[in-house]
């Protein structure tokens, strides 16, 4: 039986570096540490793991899978108290090398990953990024603090440990092609509530029925809903070839002629708007590193501009 509390998180260091480089003088390199320590360190871990831990070869060394998956539970083990080091002792943005975790819906991260990466970049020039849609263990991740900081729409249920901030308020309006024949002319319900429905699906929140099919009920239809999907591109495309509408924002639209925004039919006010909320751990709001993630971020979303429809009816 291998006896953990021995293990020295140095030989981990090591370890991780040599299944990764497969090679002694390339994980010195890595560490900034001598061959000859390296070296030391696997003769160590073969003595704690067996013998068969690396297998010598003309140019390097294999690994075993025991090794692989000892340095990939290391990882996971030596990333977060890194992390923790980093972002909360002589923090120093500019000199943060550890790794930053940011989740948000598909939808959010379509229309505004890559501006947020870039506000991000400038601040941890040196940080490595993981930008993230939205899934099943999001959720837990955070609570577990694996996932750094969030952003979903207002409403996402999310528990009280999630300190949450407003980011944007989003105006909607109904989507559709230029000289709609139905839309050019009327957005009555009575005229429209034909034509057919295309929804973004947002895990975690409207993954089964969207609100949109709830405002079609509460005006006495039923939304004919053609297509639901996690890609605006193929949602946008099905807008382009058909009659179809889309309840969203000029964000999707931005730079696409053939696409313009229609005034929303009689609709009440909870629809006219959606909201993005962006959210960390209580528990962290004292770390530096995640309240400098909440001013980049919600900086960041200061500075978006809705794209303007001219062409609304």
């Known amino acids: 039986m291998v006896e953990l509390d ?25 560490l900034g540490i001598s061959q000859t320590t390296v070296s030391r360190g696997v003769t160590k871990l ?21 090794a692989e998956k000892l340095a990939e539970a290391s990882s996971d083990m030596l990333t977060p108290i890194v992390k923790v080091l980093e972002s909360y002792h002589d923090f120093e943005p500019s000199k ?13 991260l379509d229309q505004f990953g890559g501006g947020m990466f870039d506000a991000l970049k400038l601040v941890l020039p040196k940080a490595k990024f993981k930008m993230l849609y939205w899934q099943e263990n999001t959720l837990l991740d955070l609570l577990s603090g694996n996932v750094d900081y969030v952003l979903h729409f207002e ?21 559709a092609r230029k000289n709609h024949p139905v839309l050019s002319y009327t957005n009555d319900w009575a005229e429209i509530n034909h034509l057919p429905v295309t929804r973004i699906i947002i ?31 193929v949602l946008l495309d099905k807008l382009r070839k058909s009659d179809a509408v889309c309840f969203g924002s000029s964000f ?40 400098l993630l909440h001013q980049t971020i919600q900086d960041y979303f200061k500075d978006v501009v809705q794209p303007t429809c001219p062409s609304c009816h």
């Open 96 to 108: 943060f090398t550890g790794e930053v975790k940011v989740a948000m819906s598909v939808f959010l």
């Open 46 to 66: 073969k003595e704690t793991f067996g013998e068969q831990l690396f297998v010598r070869k003309p140019h390097g060394v294999e690994p075993s899978e025991l």
């Open 155 to 175: 409403e996402m249920p999310l528990p009280q440990e999630v300190y949450l901030h407003t980011l944007k308020d989003i105006k909607l309006s109904l989507i």
């Open 203 to 233: 895990d975690g929140l409207n993954s089964m029925r969207a609100p949109v099919e709830d405002l079609y009920r509460s005006k006495g239809y039923e939304a004919n809903v053609t297509l639901a999907t996690h890609s605006i591109p």
């Open 252 to 291: 999707m639209i931005d730079d696409d002629p053939s696409l313009i925004c229609y005034s929303l039919p009689s609709t009440p006010e909870e629809f006219k708007t959606v909201r993005v909320n962006g959210g960390y751990l209580h528990s962290k709001r004292g770390f530096p590193l995640n309240k």
């Open 6 to 30: 021995k293990i020295d998180l140095n030989l981990l260091k090591i370890l991780k570096a040599v299944v990764e480089t497969q090679n002694t003088h390339y994980a010195a390199s890595q």
